[in-house]
């Protein structure tokens, strides 16, 4: 590991260290948090039990769930959009706006339509993930080089063939920033939804567990939550910069 | 075989070519090219010069059959060229086009793995060619870690281990700097001698064209046409120190001779372009 | 002429969604989703009214306050990560971490420590917000072309007039970008925690709506909100295109 890996580690220890500190000699009231180490036991003991491993299912699939139509779907209508440029300027003051609204206002409106139920939260998932695919295709196919379909011509390639072995992987590093940005726009969202109002899922077992006061339970399945979100999205962040590195891409 | 002996020699050919690209959204249409007549004799070295604007690509991309001219008719091997990128001819261009999502090892088996050839075959020419080519070493890199000589490099292997009878350089080293050129034009003239292939490189560079060519036509500005056709005798052993001789200085006098006017047009034009 | 015509297309897709909420409306019924017109009439009542002022204005406070500190504090870590090297190269994978977690979840933390309090509201709409400012503004100061330097120097400039009148309007536009985020999600950190815990605010009057199946209100609410956060996006957007083509 480099300098910087190693300070930016000593960093992230010291801070938790110090809250356990604070946890454990009483400057922080135990109400309020608990020492990172009870949060860890309280998170194996609930994992061992199995007790929230329906709501850890049903959260992930759905999350699953919603980014995967988001990506096939976004990727779909980018397609669409891009051979349409009228279709697309139109489009533009809409693209601009849309992640500066809050979209999430209107996730009641989808319980209301649909009923307290796994649907309004994929649709919400699915509402703030799909756009920054659709951008991102519509990025990547604008990225293709013009020369590619001269290649393609002097290969005698056929349409098919040039769009899965030329164009597709020209475009690829742009969709795959799309999709890294689906994962953790979807992933927001649906857990949003499980915690404003939600039958069930760990969003909203958290926040049942914060009206019953039970920190252990509430802090367990946070750090659950903030584990898997801080993996994912590094995992994805490392390959998009392996990715853009190789390619000599300047950092997406 | 219908071809006449007398023209076994001549390798491709373009007769009464034109290219006028139509008008988009209210726009004049653009008479780019012709009318061009041109014999490319097998095994030649060909260059065309002229003027930027001047239709030198729209030239070789109807001769690739990238492009149908207008009017005319242009033919490969005796052949007439339809539309399609007939057998045979290789092309390289202006643009990078290496495939940045390959190795450079993968990039030059591109077109064997396309057509089909085995592994083994595959292996074989593509190692010979990355020798030929100097890229051995640098087989399992991707073109992002090489430079834009070595790119272009990639490119040209990927032409060549298709074996091309007829090769299409467009302005291949235009991006690069000029010390750069002078050895690509050594590489050049070498796989040209190897695989005796006919080529037509189009350059802006006169001293290029100079220094490589049997042959060299001097293009007018827009629309193209030919205005001169310079022979180099220069002899088939030859590399860039021949732009030390006495010769090459004529043959780019006569060139820029040629060529001062047409471009003089060629600025004027696009000086009222961008007054507009 | 071209831009009339976009304008127009543009017009006609909005049109189109009108009617795919009128066809939506008339599939589901008029209690999960009154139509676009009904929804008008009730705005134009609904928006006079003390109730929905006196909401627009909890949630204006929490969202001023929340953004002060998000720009405050985004500001200072950018300028800071961005100067020195070695804190940003530290920093920036913990900022991005941070950026891309879910952080509603901590929201109950939040409220441990500041209880139902504008304070909690603020907080959490002011973490939001901190981090696009921060690391746009840590990107804009890093990309800095060194010539730019270089120039100042070849200049004579003083270090003062360096940072006014080079590296300020050099580094604007992509600042601007990242208050421009800033900003929308500031506004969602508030929102959203008046839609979790809150007695007052625009994001109660929703929820509050939904639960009293309201849902004319619920709809105007969003309405009106979608409208300032796209009207303050579009002012702070021509004002980074403004930037950039000066720039």
């Not at chain 1, 909203?204 to 339970?217: E, H, Q, W």
């Not at chain 3, 080079?166 to 992509?174: C, D, F, Q, W």
């Not at chain 3, 990242?178 to 950190?189: A, D, E, H, K, V």
């Amino acid at each position: 590991m480099s300098r910087v890996g190693w300070i930016r580690l000593a960093v992230i220890v010291i801070a938790v260290g110090a809250l356990e500190f604070a946890c454990q000699f009483g400057f922080i009231n135990r109400k309020v948090v608990i020492p990172p180490s009870e949060m860890a036991v309280a998170l194996g003991k609930l994992l061992a039990s199995g007790q929230a491993n329906g709501e850890i299912a049903r959260t992930f699939g759905i999350i699953v769930l919603a980014i995967a139509i988001a990506v096939v779907l976004g990727f779909a209508i980018g397609v669409v959009i891009h051979a349409l440029p009228r279709l697309r300027q139109a489009l533009d003051p809409f693209f601009a706006t849309y992640y500066a609204v809050p979209i999430f206002i209107f996730y009641p409106v989808m319980v209301a339509i649909f009923g307290l139920s796994v649907i309004p939260i994929v649709l919400i998932g699915v509402a703030t993930a799909i756009v920054a695919m659709i951008m991102a295709t519509l990025n990547g196919l604008d990225r293709i080089p013009r020369v590619l379909s001269k290649v393609a011509r002097v290969h005698r390639m056929g349409a098919v063939a040039t769009a899965l072995r030329l164009k597709l992987p020209a475009a690829a590093p742009y969709l795959f920033t799309g999709v890294k940005l689906a994962v953790s726009y979807g992933f927001i969202a649906v857990i949003a939804s499980e915690f404003i109002l939600a039958p069930a899922g760990l969003g909203r077992v958290i926040s049942d567990a914060y009206s019953d006061f039970n920190n252990p339970r509430m802090y367990a399945l946070m750090l659950l939550l903030i584990i898997v979100a801080t993996f994912v999205n590094m995992v994805l962040h490392a390959f998009d910069q392996r990715w853009a590195e190789r390619r000599g891409i300047g950092r997406p | 075989m219908t071809t006449a002996p007398a023209d076994a020699a001549i390798h491709a050919s373009l007769k009464g070519v034109t290219r006028i690209y139509p008008g988009a959204g209210g726009n004049k249409p653009v008479h780019a090219l012709g009318p061009v007549d041109l014999d490319l004799r097998r095994g030649e070295f060909f260059g065309v010069v002229g003027p930027s604007g001047c239709g030198k690509s729209t030239l070789l991309e109807v001769l690739a059959g990238l492009q149908q001219p207008t009017a005319g008719t242009v033919n490969f091997e005796g052949k007439p060229v339809m539309g399609e990128v007939p057998d045979g001819i290789g092309v390289v261009f202006q643009e990078d086009a290496s495939f940045p999502w390959l190795t450079v090892w993968d990039n030059a088996a591109f077109g064997l793995r396309r057509a089909g050839i085995d592994e083994a075959e595959t292996r074989r020419r593509v190692d010979d060619v990355l020798a030929f080519m100097g890229l051995k070493d640098f087989a399992r890199a991707y073109p992002a870690q090489l430079s834009g000589g070595m790119r272009q490099r990639v490119c040209i292997a990927r032409t060549l281990v298709l074996q091309p009878r007829l090769i299409l350089l467009d302005e291949p080293f235009g991006a690069l700097d000029a010390q750069t050129r002078l050895l690509m034009g050594d590489e050049v003239l070498r796989l040209w001698r190897r695989t005796g292939a006919t080529v037509l490189l189009i350059t802006h560079a006169l001293d290029e064209a100079a220094m490589l060519s049997d042959r060299i036509g001097a293009m007018s500005a827009r629309p193209g046409r030919f205005m001169d056709i310079v022979e180099t005798h220069w002899p088939r052993e030859r590399d860039s120190t021949i732009v030390g001789e006495v010769a090459f200085g004529e043959i780019t006098g006569r060139l820029w001779e040629n060529l001062r006017g047409e471009s003089l047009k060629s600025l004027g034009y696009a000086g009222m372009a961008a007054a507009e | 002429m071209i831009a009339t015509r976009r304008a127009a297309d543009t017009l006609v897709i909005l049109i189109v969604l009108v009617l795919a909420w009128q066809v939506l409306h008339q599939i589901v019924g008029a209690t999960a989703l009154p139509g676009p017109l009904p929804t008008l009439s009730y705005l134009a009542k609904f928006v006079p009214t003390a109730r929905f002022w006196e909401n627009a204005e909890a949630t204006l406070v929490a969202f001023f306050y929340a953004l002060v500190l998000s720009y405050a504090i985004g500001l200072s870590l950018g300028v800071w990560m961005g100067i020195h090297r070695l804190s940003g190269a530290v920093g920036e994978p913990i900022l991005i971490s941070i950026y891309t977690l879910p952080k509603i979840t901590l929201y109950p933390v939040v409220l441990l420590i500041f209880g139902l309090s504008l304070s909690g509201r603020v907080t959490f709409g002011a973490m939001h917000g901190i981090l696009p400012v921060a690391i746009l503004t840590m990107n804009a100061i890093r990309n800095i072309p060194p010539v730019y330097l270089k120039a100042a120097r070849t200049l004579h400039l003083s270090r003062r007039q360096t940072i006014v009148t080079v590296l300020l309007p050099a580094t604007l536009p992509e600042v601007v970008a990242g208050l421009r985020i800033g900003f929308t999600l500031t506004l969602l950190g508030v929102l959203l925690a008046e839609m979790f815990a809150a007695k007052s605010g625009l994001g109660f009057l929703i929820i509050n709506a939904m639960s009293l199946l309201q849902t004319e209100e619920m709809i105007t609410v969003a309405v009106m909100l979608f409208l300032f956060a796209a009207v303050a996006n579009a002012l702070l957007l021509w004002m980074e295109h403004k930037l950039h083509r000066r720039a």
